[in-house]
């Protein structure tokens, strides 16, 4: 046959169809509208099912793709291709409707997560010595946390000097000493107290690497893994009764929305980092690595993907989406224009012609 001859028969006559081909066209275009009912439906893709999942066996995943489709997929569609403004204002709206919906503010944090699940955590937080040890490190070694010992340590000291009378109460004729010259003393506080609040201030300077230090190796070696459990736990006691309204008290719906933009905008910046290209080429290997030579039907499976999950879903959602296409005539067109392209072809008109000489 020519390749004129092969497109002839596979295109349009270019003649209206016969008044034989238009009723086989409808008679078929009845049959497969028989097919789309529900129940016949559901039927029928029970028993191709079962069919189709024997035949996943004898297909690998590297006969149906490879991993650099699947990484220029990623580019195009998570890397390169713009993400809708409107994909923001829905997660912002969302999430403000659930933190300011009622069942959110009135849940309890028990309701959620239970005593036991929160100590298994704690439990696996404290078999990780090493990382628990580095963390105290690096907090310590901010410079904030210089700032705060600092500060806690001045105020606790002047406090202390000012308020305990260390001197008139523990040195023997000082009280009587001090009443005696109280005119000279108060004429003179402005600069005593100058005088020593610049002292604190200059000591506590001088021994801040040593507090420091001290700091490190009082929570390295006096806090047990049982201290640090005991507090954990009393700290579940404290709040495991709170709603979780009252841990969102002081945040509205507008700083919400703000930091689902932050999160947004994090999300555009980091999607052409370098380091998220070798996370997901890195992931892409590594899957077909591991199931490329596997069959299709393994990977289902391992995803706990099976014939009886598929018809569960099929009956659930399937009714409803063939009668609205029913309904609004999409699938009539869509067999109707399908079944058309080989009815009105030559092929069929040429067959026709040869039954009814």
Known sequence: MSKKKSQDSAGVSGESPSPLAKQLMELHLAHEMSMFDSETFVKWLASELNEQWSALDKVTINQLVCADQIKQVIVRNVVTNDIPGSVTEIAGDAASQLFTSDVHRNTLLKSVMTAAQ????????????????????????????RELISGVLYQAIVRYIY??????????????????????????????????????????????????????????????????????????????????????????????????????EFWLRFRTTDYFKSCYELVVDYFFEKYGEQSVQVLLEDLAINPSRIMDEAQAFAPSLLNAFKENGQLESLLRRRLAAFYESASVASLLSDVNA
């Open 163 to 264: 308020e305990a009378n260390v001197f008139s109460k523990n040195v023997p004729g000082v009280s009587s000493m001090l009443k005696f010259g109280k005119r000279m003393i108060d004429k003179t506080a402005p600069k005593l107290e100058g005088a020593v609040e610049e002292s604190v201030k200059t000591y506590i300077a001088e021994n801040l690497v040593f507090l420091v230090n001290v700091s490190k190796e009082f929570l390295e070696n006096s806090l047990t893994d049982e201290d640090l459990k005991d507090s954990a736990l009393e700290l579940w006691d404290m709040i495991e009764s709170k709603s979780l309204g009252e841990f969102q008290e002081g945040m509205d719906s507008v700083d919400l929305s703000e930091f689902v933009v932050l999160g947004y």
């Open 118 to 145: 929160f100590e298994e955590f704690v439990d696996k937080l404290l078999d990780l010595p090493e990382p628990r040890k580095n963390g105290i490190d690096h907090v310590i070694d901010l410079p904030i946390y």
